[in-house]
């Protein structure tokens, strides 16, 4: 693993677990094509020319608190040296496994952190055609529109919202380390296919992004989708990975979190019990636990969340995007 610069956004609200991607048209230097033209993984259309020989592309042209952007790179040849940045942060590449007609296809995701300042962020993009080294450089402009997250009330055991010097010292501990964990990256795509909700039979959540006030005290946003289910009922890894953290914590209870690779880590918060140990390699559909209701919970359900890049954003959005 590369160690990370470490993140200036609080994590303290993943533990918390106070953490929609719905469709908005925002502005960007972005054109129009057919998907035969200018390929994407999700043949949206949406697509700029990076000059004669690269196009760049973008599964929407739209951008929210707390989305997910997928971006593709549609070259004549394999790139070297591909560096990429988008809201000062560097962008992890994949190359997609079969070429696309006479095309080479390359990925990144872009994280929109639900906290993001709205407005307008820029993407640079520079590489090379080994081995004459020609050179090829592109720049957008992205406009980041505010989520419009709801509000509720919670009333929950006073002992979670009033820490005591312990607890207060436990959480802050155990924020700083999954802090840590999110600040690593793992150079290499870990994934294949498609991510799944961990639910089986489940379709979609709740309350991604909310603002929670707990006890009459206003708390941080909520940073995952909250998904129902009967206690017991088996929870399994959305994609292949590595169990990074398999223990109790003090507000999400029995926790597991996989790292996918490339800046991509799912976390799974409430569980009952859990079925895999740190450093374990899992595929998709692997049993990591069963539902529950440990930790700060009203009831049985999985706080599902998703963290790309440091952003964090709503898991339902790499499920949509049929990577």
Sequence with gaps: MVKRTKLSLSLAPILLLTWAVVPLRARTNLGQAPAAEHPTAQSTGFFKPCGAEVTLGLSSAAARQGGLLELTLSSRAPLAQLKGEWAGRALPFWTAAARQGAQTVQHALLGV????KPGRYELDLSGRFPPGDA????HASIDVAA??????SLK??????ELSPEDRARANKESERV???????????LWSGPFQIPLTGSHSGHNFGKRRVLNGTSGSPHTGLDIPAPAGTPIHASQAG???LAENLFFSGNTVIVDHGLGVYTFYGHMKSINVTENEDVQVGAVLGLVGSTGRATGPH???????DGARVNPLGIVRLKL
């Design 179 to 189: 802090h840590a964990i999110f600040a690593r990256l793992t150079p290499e795509r």
């Design 242 to 244: 590595r169990v990074v």
């Design 302 to 308: 999985l706080h599902w969340s998703l963290i790309v």
């Design 147 to 152: 989520g419009k997250f709801a509000v509720e």
């Design 113 to 116: 952190d639900l906290e993001r």
């Design 156 to 161: 929950v055991a006073p002992g979670f919202v």
């Design 135 to 138: 050179s090829f450089a592109c």
